[in-house]
C-alpha cells in the first residue's frame, strides 16, 4: 500500500533527487532517467524568458525536451500556460490574447537567456500560481485555468486514498500534457517519488510503450485496443475517462488482471473529483477526499474544495470561478449514494415538444454489442424541430442498431438515422469534440 503524502518544502523534484538520487524517475521509451540526472537536467536549463507578470505559454508536446522546460520553468519562477502545439497560429493568437499572456516558448527551439540575470531557484511556495490548463468548452475560445501546487498535490493525495499508486509504481504518460489529465499524470509522479515513462503512444505503439507501466490513464477506445491482443505483462491499474465506459470492456480487462477505475472530473477542478472501481453501474462514484459535491435545486452539479481553481486568467488578470460553489454545467443525481452524470445542460435539446439528453441515450445504447463509444446529436428536422442521430464507432449493424434502440427507448428518443465517426475525428486528443461531429454532421448533409 502506498504511503501518506509529503508535505514537500522545495521543489518535488529536488526533494526525490536528495532522498534517493540514483532511483529511476522515468523512463524515455527504454532509457532509465534517474532523480539525479532529471535534477541536473533541469537545472541545466537556459534561463526563460520571464514577463513582469511571470505568465508564459509552453507548446506542450509529450516528450522528455517539454518536461524538462516545464520543470525549469516552476523552478525559475514562471507561471505555465501548456499550449496544444497543433493550434493554429490565429487560434493561438485568440486564446493567449484572451488570457493576457504575451510569451510563447517552444521546448524544441533554444530559450535564449539574456532577458534575466541569473539567480537561485525560487522557493517552492505550494500557494503560488503555477499552472494554466485551456478549458475543453465546446463553444467560444477557451478560458486559461490556474492552480497552485497544493491543488495539485492534494487531487493527488485524493485519488490515491482510493486507487493504489506507490513509489515502486509506474504511471505512463498517455494523455497530452495540454489536458488537465495529463498534468494530473505528472504530480501523481512528483507526489509519490514513483516513475515516469516517456513513450510514443499512438496507435498500436500504446502496447509497446506499457511495457514496464503498472499504471496509465486512458480512454476505451485505448483500452479497447489493448484488450485485442496479450495484455503488457506489467500492468495492473487503469484510471479510464472520456466517455461512456462499455462494461463488457471492463469486465474483459478485470479478466486480464487490469484493475479499472472510472470518475468525473474536470479542468477547474485539477481532474478527478469522484471515482470508483468500475462495476458496471452508470454512476462515477462518491466525491474523493478534499472535494465537496452538491446537486442544486434543478439538478446542475456544484463543486468546491481544496482542489478548486485560484481563478481564470483573463485579460491578465485572475478572475475568480465563485464565491462558493462552482456551477459546472452538468447535470446528475444521487444513485444509491453514488453520483450519476445525467449530461450536460448545454447538450439538451428537445425533438416534439420533449426534452431529450443525449447523454442519457447513450447509456441504454451502449450495450449493444460491437459499440466501442456511441454519441447523440441533434439534427433538424421539418416535423419535430430535432431528432437525434447515432455516431458510431465499433463493428456495428446499422440496421440492428437502430432495431435495438427502438425496443429500449421512447419515440423521441430513438435515433433516425446511424452513421460511422470518420477517422479524422477520432485523432483530435483525449476525447472526441461533440462541437466537431456536429460540423461534421452540418457539412455532409447526410440523409
Partial sequence: MAGAPISFETWPWLYWGEVKPLHTALYLEDEAISWQRLVSDIGSMPLLPKPHNRYVAILSQNDYQTLLVILAAWQQGLKTLLLNPAFSQAFQKEVLEKAGIEMVIDPHTACPSGYWQQSDVVPFNPQDILTLVLTSGSTGIPKAVTHNANAHLTSTSGLFSLMPFSESDCWLLSLPLFHVSGVAIIWRWLQRGATLKIAYTKGDALRSALEGVTHASLVPTQLQRLMQGERPSSLTS??????????????????????????????????????????????????????????????????????????????????????????????????????????????????????????????????????????????????????????????????????????????????????????????????????????????????
Fill in 238 to 447: 487503469v484510471l479510464l475517462g472520456g466517455a461512456v465506459i462499455p462494461q463488457a470492456l471492463v469486465d474483459e480487462a478485470e479478466a486480464k488482471g487490469i484493475g479499472c477505475w472510472c470518475g468525473y472530473g474536470m479542468t477547474e477542478m485539477a481532474s478527478t473529483i469522484t471515482a470508483k472501481r468500475a462495476n458496471g453501474l452508470f454512476s462515477v462514484g462518491r466525491p474523493l477526499p478534499h472535494r465537496e459535491l452538491m446537486l442544486s435545486s434543478l439538478g446542475e452539479i456544484m463543486v468546491k474544495g481544496d482542489t478548486l481553481s485560484s481563478g481564470y486568467l483573463i485579460g491578465g488578470k485572475l478572475e475568480p470561478l465563485s464565491d462558493g460553489w462552482f456551477a459546472t454545467k452538468d447535470k446528475g443525481e444521487w444513485v444509491e449514494g453514488e453520483l450519476q452524470i445525467l449530461g450536460r445542460l448545454d447538450n439538451m435539446f428537445i425533438c416534439g415538444g420533449e426534452n431529450v439528453q443525449p447523454e442519457s441515450i447513450e447509456r441504454v445504447l451502449s450495450g449493444f454489442e460491437g459499440i466501442v463509444q456511441l454519441f447523440i446529436l441533434p439534427v433538424a428536422d421539418a416535423k419535430w424541430g430535432q431528432v437525434p442521430v447515432a455516431l458510431v464507432m465499433g463493428n456495428v449493424n446499422q440496421g440492428d442498431f437502430l432495431a435495438y434502440a427502438k425496443s429500449l427507448l421512447p419515440s423521441h428518443q430513438v435515433p433516425k438515422a446511424a452513421y460511422s465517426i470518420p477517422k479524422h475525428l477520432l485523432d483530435g486528443g483525449i476525447k472526441i469534440s461533440r462541437r466537431a461531429l456536429a460540423d461534421w454532421l452540418t457539412s455532409e448533409q447526410l440523409d
